[in-house]
């Protein structure tokens, strides 16, 4: 087996049990166990379970945000496509084995010991923030709302894993809708009239 498919092995067999357990209750004969791949050809792909646990993240961030971006892209009215990603959120809380956020949950049993876990959950963090802000000025509100927004989809993932429920999403969608029309109220208010 080459390098290649013996870390996307691992990377499949933590993405499974780092989820469904957590981190730090998974061991790294457990994750060999359930790769296929030797202990020794492991600690060669991940001298550290520090950056097994990394590169989960990573992974974990790509598939996400792509999920994320392919569906509220097909919304064509840029002011539809704030709400969408509350829409997505609903969908993804309400699938089976959701246990919440990966990066808050990885956050709460490492951030405070590692660096680099801590840095994987920033950079998820800012580039879903990030992708709140490109979605607000593609609707032409203000920059100023992103803040809120993204605090609305945060409260939303974690009450979701904590209550097991979806029904965060659509509170926080319904919050979502009510500062987006008062935002475009604003806007308009101020928009000169020709």
């Known amino acids: 087996m080459d390098s290649a498919a013996a870390r996307d ?3 499949d067999a933590a993405e499974k ?3 469904a357990r ?3 209750c998974v061991g790294m004969d457990e994750l060999r166990a359930a790769s296929g791949v030797s202990l020794k050809r492991l600690y060669q792909l991940f001298p550290a379970k520090e950056q097994l646990v990394a590169a989960w993240l990573e992974r974990r961030d790509e598939r996400w945000r792509g999920r994320l ?3 509220v892209s097909r919304r064509r009215d840029p002011r539809e496509r704030i709400p969408a990603v509350f829409d997505w959120l609903e969908e993804w ?3 089976e084995g959701f246990r919440g956020c990966a990066w808050i949950n990885a956050h709460g049993e490492l951030g405070a010991v590692s660096p680099l ?7 998820h963090k800012e580039a879903f923030r990030d992708r709140l802000a490109a979605l607000v000025g593609e609707a032409g509100l203000p920059a100023a709302l ?3 927004l993204f605090l609305l989809a945060e409260g939303a993932m974690v009450s979701a894993g904590v209550t097991g429920s979806a029904r965060p999403a659509a509170e926080a969608r319904e919050a979502a809708r009510t500062l987006v029309a008062a935002a475009g109220r604003e806007v308009s208010r101020r928009s000169p009239t020709p």
């Open 9 to 11: 092995r691992v990377l």
């Open 22 to 24: 957590g981190v730090q």
């Open 17 to 19: 049990l780092f989820y």
């Open 69 to 71: 971006t392919a569906y």
């Open 146 to 148: 992103t803040g809120p």
């Open 117 to 123: 876990v801590a840095a994987q959950v920033r950079a």
């Open 93 to 95: 809380f309400g699938e």
